[in-house]
């Protein structure tokens, strides 16, 4: 009899938020070459579209900064797939300027998203993962929740949160049976990071990071399945992060 893979997921219910494109899509991606089964949440209803292109998927639409949204799109995924064995906590926004003249409205709206949503999720998968006794969360945060970033205030504040938010969690949580850690990506090129980084700032950035590259989608994609994987089974209330170095100074 062959050896078991310890990181495949065939059969469990992974939902991930934030899934029709760029980090989100390329986790739903990994977990679906693992035998997971998706269940793909974006307020986006392009998200329809994103998960046609799995075998064993489903879209949702939900908002994931309101907690009925959340719970509804819960029930509709335990009802077309069975009960939710994996969250990823990815559904992310950013809003770059400097402290000075940072609006309220983009305060409140990268806490609301980032920090809220994942709060928010985690409680109204987690209750039913409590019920069950078992479950897995993984949060996607960042470098700037490690280190600051200029003209990154909110963002590092929220994913700073995230992390926090990740060990109260997996303190309560993992004596009842639910895992819960966080990846920290450093610059990551998808399509809008591309966008963003392919000058000469993208040079200067490259060159602070160790490995001299940025992330690719894939490289947080592979971090999040281990996490989630019975292959990270003793691994709760850790950050793993994933940025070539650029923390470690």
């Not at 495949?8 to 029709?20: E, F, H, K, P």
């Not at 899509?25 to 974006?42: N, Y």
């Not at 060159?207 to 019975?230: K, M, Q, T, Y």
């Amino acid at each position: 009899m062959a050896e078991h893979d310890p990181w495949r997921l065939d059969g469990q219910v992974v939902l991930v938020t934030g899934a029709s494109a760029g980090i989100g899509l390329a986790i739903c991606s990994a977990m679906a070459r693992q035998g997971a089964r998706l269940a793909m949440l974006d307020r986006d209803d392009r998200v329809h579209e994103a998960a046609a292109g799995f075998e064993d998927a489903i879209g949702v639409v939900a908002d994931v900064t309101r907690s009925d949204e959340l719970e509804r799109a819960r029930d509709e995924i335990t009802d077309r797939l069975g009960p939710i064995d994996v969250l990823v906590n990815n559904a992310g926004v950013i809003a770059l300027d400097a402290a000075e003249s940072l609006s309220e409205q983009d305060w409140d709206r990268t806490l609301d998203v980032n920090l809220k949503g994942t709060f928010l999720a985690s409680q109204v998968v987690g209750r039913q993962m409590l019920e069950r006794g078992e479950g897995a969360i993984v949060n996607i945060a960042s470098q700037a929740g490690l280190v600051a970033l200029d003209q990154h205030l909110a963002y590092c504040a929220s994913k700073a949160g995230v992390i926090g938010l990740t060990r109260s969690l997996a303190l309560e949580w993992s004596p009842r049976g639910v895992r819960v850690n966080a990846v920290s990506p450093t610059i990551v090129m998808t399509e809008l990071g591309q966008q963003a980084w392919s000058g000469p700032e993208g040079d200067r950035a490259r060159e602070r990071i160790p490995l001299r590259r940025f992330a690719e989608p894939e490289d947080v994609a592979n971090a999040v399945v281990h996490l989630a994987s019975p292959a990270a089974a003793m691994l709760s209330g850790e950050n793993l992060v994933v940025d070539g170095g650029y923390t470690i100074s």
